[in-house]
């Protein structure tokens, strides 16, 4: 599949189909791959794909895409350019890819996708579990498994059990939509099993819950890095750093972290394809799915639609029906 | 917003975010027939349910209301013809959430309210008041200065 990959960006970048690959290269540190821009065909045996691609490539699409637009401003139209941006895109990215073009933050021919069927990255915090913490100094995947070097040795593990939570249950490992789709189409994932955590809290009392949400948005300290790697969480001015409003207090206070993740997540309400990145990069660990999936879950319960699964159907809060449910609408007692 | 709490005769604070052409004048209206109703309730009048950001939502409750009202036009009924059928999916899918962490469900409520209905007006308000008093002064997402 990687040789697959670079020969498939050669084509491109010789052909001059696109000025841009935006890939994973090998990366410096264990258990990540490193996501890459690769310009020229001599670059293009940079390119990799391994478990370690854990990054949305769809942010760095939107971030390049609109870097160049933005150097493009103060040219006069009849000389301004465009940039095209092939991606390595495996279904999650394929689905942030079609909410920007949704959104309408580039149109499709400026991006060229090279499919990739993807069958799951390694969770680093799985992977750090496994060794108990230890400094992981290298990684390699042999066949099913994985093995991790740490000082003390090598702890070989079935690479199914290290798999990030959201690929386990990954309904759309292939490409959404694709301009050439290299190798042959990904098993599915257990995708029964898709929302059995949302349900398994949802039946957990109110006070149970408030705990957990608390408990988690504790370990919080709004380094934004989730911010940062959602491919979703492209609005040029966020909320959290607005101070007029000033949405989210600087203090120190709890409800201040709590009203920052609210406001995320539920920015993500029909938008997140649940990639896992966000949970990939937060070095504190706060469990950022149990709430994000309970925004899907809902999405398609009420309103039969996923967050960029099908580029004909519009985003659940861009749209509605006159017919929509409305059970949430109080209806006032019949008293005196 | 706090300084009655923890008192005896705690009365709850009650935000009501309401579109202009409708539940606000349905208040009006309530307001001119004498209808009585609990005054709990503080109106922020906004030009349509679709003009409600969520965020207003939480941070009405940060800031420390007991409870949040959002009331607008019927559906069909929008002056901006779908405002509130948008806003409609918003709140659904917000009123979900915030119970799913947690929150009480009955904090945050929503309803629709025509300028004619001025005694549905006053029976929402009074059953709303009920429920956040049956709920007590609110603690979660509440800052603490
Ligand atoms: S919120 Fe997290 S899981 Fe969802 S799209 Fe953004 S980075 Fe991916
Ligand atoms: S990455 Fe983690 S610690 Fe950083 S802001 Fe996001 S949730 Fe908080
Ligand atoms: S104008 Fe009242 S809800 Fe739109």
Redesign the interface.
């Known amino acids: 599949m990687e040789k697959q990959i670079r020969e498939t960006a050669k084509e491109l970048l010789a052909g001059k189909k696109v000025d841009v690959i935006i890939g994973y290269e090998q990366g410096t540190l264990p258990l990540q791959a490193t996501p890459c821009f690769i310009d020229n065909v001599d670059d293009a045996d940079k390119l990799v794909w391994n478990a370690f691609c854990s990054q949305n490539l769809a942010k760095y699409v939107h971030d390049v895409i609109h870097r160049h637009k933005e150097s493009q401003v103060r040219v006069k139209p009849e000389e301004r350019t465009k940039k095209i941006v092939g991606v390595v895109a495996r279904g999650c990215t394929t689905r942030s890819l079609v909410i920007h073009l949704q959104e309408r933050q580039y149109s499709r021919d400026e991006i060229v996708i090279i499919g990739v069927p993807c069958t799951g990255y390694v969770s680093k915090k799985k992977a750090a579990i496994r060794v108990d913490g230890a400094e992981i100094l290298g990684s390699a995947v042999s066949g099913n498994d994985i093995v991790l070097t740490t000082a003390g040795g090598d702890t070989t593990a079935p690479l199914q059990e290290l798999l990030s939570d959201s690929c386990l249950t990954c309904r759309f490992n292939n490409p959404i939509i694709a301009d050439v789709t290299v190798g042959e189409p990904a098993p599915p994932m257990n995708v029964d099993a898709e929302y059995h955590d949302v349900v398994k809290f949802e039946n957990l009392p109110d006070e149970e819950r408030w705990a957990y949400f608390t408990k988690e948005m504790a370990k919080c300290m709004r380094c934004f890095a989730c911010r940062n790697t959602c491919p979703s969480c492209y609005c040029k001015v966020c909320f959290a750093e607005q101070s007029q409003p000033n949405w989210v207090g600087v203090g120190v206070d709890d409800t201040d972290v709590q009203m920052f993740q609210l406001m995320r997540i539920f920015h993500m309400a029909g938008r997140c394809v649940d990639c896992g990145a966000c949970v990939e990069v937060c070095p504190m660990g706060v469990d950022l799915r149990k709430f994000l999936k309970k925004l899907d879950k809902d999405g398609f319960e009420l309103f039969q639609s996923r967050a960029g699964a099908d580029m004909e159907k519009p985003p659940i809060l861009s749209s509605f029906a006159m017919e929509d449910r409305q059970e949430f609408i109080y209806e006032p007692e019949e008293h005196a | 917003m706090t300084e009655n709490k923890g008192q005896e005769n705690w009365v709850p604070k009650i935000v009501g975010i309401v579109c202009n052409w409708c539940t606000y004048a349905g208040a009006d209206l309530a307001g001119i027939s004498r209808i009585q109703y609990p005054p709990n309730v503080r109106l922020i009048r906004v030009p349509c349910t679709g003009r409600i950001n969520?965020?207003y939502v939480?941070?009405a409750l940060?800031e420390g209301a007991d409870g949040v009202l959002v009331s607008g036009c019927h559906?069909?009924e929008c002056h901006y013809l779908?405002g509130n059928?948008?806003a409609?999916?918003?709140?659904?899918?917000?009123?979900?959430?915030l119970?799913?962490?947690?929150?009480?469900k009955d904090r945050v409520?929503?309803?629709?309210c025509s300028a004619a209905e001025g005694e549905?007006f006053a029976?929402?308000v009074?059953?709303?008041t009920e429920r956040v008093k049956a709920l007590g002064p609110a603690s979660?997402?509440?800052?603490?200065l």
């Open positions: 969520p965020f939480m941070k940060q559906p069909g779908t059928l948008s409609r999916r918003k709140f659904y899918m917000l009123s979900n959430f119970s799913y962490i947690g929150l009480e409520m929503f309803t629709w549905r029976k929402v009074k059953g709303v979660k997402l509440v800052k603490h």
